[in-house]
DNA sequence: CGTATCGTTCGTCCGTTGCCGAACAAGCGG
DNA sequence: CCGCTTGTTCGGCAACGGACGAACGATACG
């Protein structure tokens, strides 16, 4: 399962590939469901699209410096970079995640318990 | 010059739309110009596109409920919509904006006189 | 070992979007 | 009335991005 290092420093985080990491009601709801700062399983994550998509997803969020992933034997973990990101764009997602909730965005992606 | 009342209410504003006017470059440096609350003609602005395109990203940026535009006559005036934005969801504007300028994103934007 | 599971990668399809030049509509000025 | 200026609309092109299924590599497990 190569290929899972390529989240990049601090430094190299745009305003660009953020947004456009942000800029889809998927991964807005990826990045909600892990916006209390745990860690979360691949499997985990729920969401109305094919695997292969949700992969596709999770790397765009991880290459733009969104999300990490740690790897775990066969299986993956998520985490949301909350500080990095604070720390170069300064309530920015804080403004953002209290949007989304706030226009119902992104409701589409839940956890697996499935808590309703 | 057809159709410039296609502003829209205030809770017909969506956080997908304002997200996606917001996350072209180009359309982001038009948000900086007018970002300090001011009024700007059409032909102030100065971007290094055509003006067919031009006209598309403000269209996009109405439409979104980003700005406003009056006609007066044959030319219009644009203005940034802050107080309809911050209601709507809070501390987006500023935070984003803040980005864009620490990130350098839509310099290529400016107005007329390029007071450098 | 063989097989099931997990997540990534590949190739493809198709709708969307940025960009342009040209044509157009509407007010202004001689 | 004619032409100039101003901004919008149209048609077309090329690139991008999301979605999918299939195949693959890697680990876990019986």
Same mark, same amino acid.
């Given at each position: 399962? #190569?290929?899972?290092?390529?989240? #990049?420093?601090?430094?190299?985080?745009?305003?660009?590939?953020?947004?456009?990491?942000?800029?889809?009601?998927?991964?807005?709801?990826?990045?909600?469901?892990?916006?209390?700062?745990?860690?979360?399983?691949?499997?985990?994550?729920?969401? #109305?699209?094919?695997?292969?998509?949700?992969?596709?997803?999770?790397?765009?969020?991880?290459?733009?410096?969104?999300?990490?992933?740690?790897?775990?034997?066969?299986?993956?973990?998520?985490?949301?970079?909350?500080?990095?990101?604070?720390?170069?764009? #300064?309530?920015?997602?804080?403004?953002?995640?209290?949007?989304?909730?706030?226009?119902?965005?992104?409701?589409?992606?839940?956890?697996?318990?499935?808590?309703?």
């Amino acid at each position: 399962m #190569p290929d899972h290092s390529s989240s #990049p420093a601090l430094s190299t985080i745009t305003l660009p590939s953020v947004l456009g990491a942000l800029s889809d009601p998927t991964r807005l709801g990826i990045v909600r469901v892990l916006s209390d700062g745990n860690e979360r399983g691949w499997g985990e994550l729920r969401a #109305p699209i094919a695997k292969s998509t949700l992969s596709h997803h999770l790397k765009v969020l991880r290459e733009a410096g969104v999300t990490q992933t740690r790897q775990e034997g066969t299986r993956c973990f998520v985490t949301l970079r909350r500080e990095s990101l604070d720390a170069r764009f #300064p309530g920015l997602l804080p403004a953002l995640l209290a949007a989304a909730v706030a226009d119902h965005v992104g409701e589409h992606v839940t956890e697996r318990d499935a808590a309703k």
